[in-house]
């Protein structure tokens, strides 16, 4: 396992410039966009929908790549579009050019920092790297951290974002995340290689993509425009945006080390109850109580609720397909999760350009009943998958 954790530890290298790089973007792109270039929040979900849905395309193909072809190659390959995305967003500000900076770096803000969302399509191929070098009793840990450290790194960089101007910003992400391409020379990833036509866990798969999919219109509609949300409604600055956004990543970060506990305790299925079901109750408080303090509050707080079981989750996924189909398997649960959010950021566009700012949060949380009831129908009799 010493080789294996010497793997682990240069993909974690690779993780981190990109978490750098991802929360220095995710703060800078929304004033780039609202402040900068004048635009408004319909064009802004507008690029945003584009991103999720070549995010979508592109989390595919990587996935599906990634086992037919190899893993190290296609994370190379993959890894190159950030640099080059915020390279482009740094060079021009026409809404042509913001469009094809998004596209190719997958701005679609459908996630968390730590989960994806800016550079969203290499994650499958990082997933099934971490589940193929990890055994299963240790990987809710090992996803654990690489979300924590990963989550870390995006709340500093969006906390780095207080101190740089928007330009400077994606100049920054572009220099280190070109870094980090670097560390994917030395990994070495084994996996014998699958074939196009074998995909014996499709009906797992097909459960893990249409809870997926619910799971993505639910944080298409809220979380890409949660940062709009405050400067739109409360008209907060960059600087003290930046700041709460480093404190609720780094929330949100540290509450992924429960995973591991939630996962021995309740299982993966009713750790997702949980806590999925108590951030739904705050964002569903969020735009209908005007106090700027409980906002914040609520800011911070749900995006740890939300992501807490991830890595429970991504275990039960991995464990249940086999390795010559994990690739495809994180893909397609990607492309249905990304596919289903792009409708619903349209969606919250339109309603924040109408300023209806209360019905996105409102479905929101009707959707995240349905999903984990869903859960429970799908996976709610397995055991768990850690000792």
């Known amino acids: 396992m010493t080789g294996d ?21 995710a703060i800078a792109f929304p004033y780039l966009v609202l402040e ?44 190159t579009m950030l640099p080059v995305s915020s390279f482009i967003a740094w060079s021009g500000h026409s809404l042509l050019w913001l469009f094809l900076a998004a596209i190719i770096g997958g701005y679609s803000a459908t996630g968390s920092l730590m989960s994806g969302g800016v550079g969203g399509a290499v994650q499958p191929i990082q997933s099934a790297i971490i589940a193929s ?16 450290l990963g989550g870390m790194l995006a709340a500093g960089g969006a906390l780095l974002g207080r101190v740089l101007s928007v330009e ?20 070495r990833v084994n996996v014998r290689r699958g074939r196009m036509s074998h995909l014996p866990s499709l009906k797992v798969i097909g459960q893990f993509s249409l809870t997926g999919a619910l799971n993505g219109f639910s944080q298409g509609l809220v979380m890409p425009f949660l940062i709009p949300f405050f400067v ?24 992924l080390f429960a995973a591991p506990v939630l996962e021995r305790r309740f299982g993966f299925v009713r750790a997702i109850a949980l806590t999925r079901g108590i951030g739904a109750v705050l964002i569903l408080v969020l735009p209908l109580w005007h106090n700027l303090a409980l906002a914040l509050a609520i800011y911070v707080l749900a995006p740890a609720l939300r992501i807490a079981a991830i890595p429970a989750q991504q275990t039960a996924l991995t464990e249940l397909v086999s390795q010559e189909e994990r690739g495809r398997a994180l893909g397609l649960n990607q492309v249905t999760r990304l596919t289903a959010s792009a409708g619903a950021v349209s969606l919250t566009g339109y309603s924040f350009s109408a300023s209806d700012f209360a019905l996105p949060f409102e479905l929101y949380a009707v959707l995240i009943a349905i999903n984990i009831g869903l859960y429970f129908r799908f996976f709610g009799d397995l055991g768990r998958f850690t000792n």
């Open 232 to 255: 739109l409604v409360y008209h907060l600055p960059q600087a003290r945006m930046a700041t709460y956004a480093f404190i609720g990543g780094a929330l949100a970060s540290c509450a």
């Open 5 to 25: 954790r010497a793997q682990l530890w240069w993909l974690l290298v690779f993780r981190g410039t990109r978490s750098i790089s991802a929360g220095l973007i």
């Open 36 to 79: 900068q270039a004048g635009y408004g929040a319909w064009q802004l979900g507008l690029i945003y929908t584009a991103a999720a849905l070549a995010t979508a395309a592109m989390g595919l193909a990587a996935g599906f790549l990634a086992d037919l072809w190899g893993r190290k190659a296609t994370l190379l390959l993959i890894g």
């Open 133 to 148: 070098l990890a055994n299963v009793e240790r990987r809710t840990f090992y996803f654990s951290l690489f979300s924590f």
């Open 168 to 187: 400077t910003a994606f100049l920054a992400a572009t220099a280190i995340s070109l870094v980090g391409l670097v560390a994917i020379w030395p990994l």
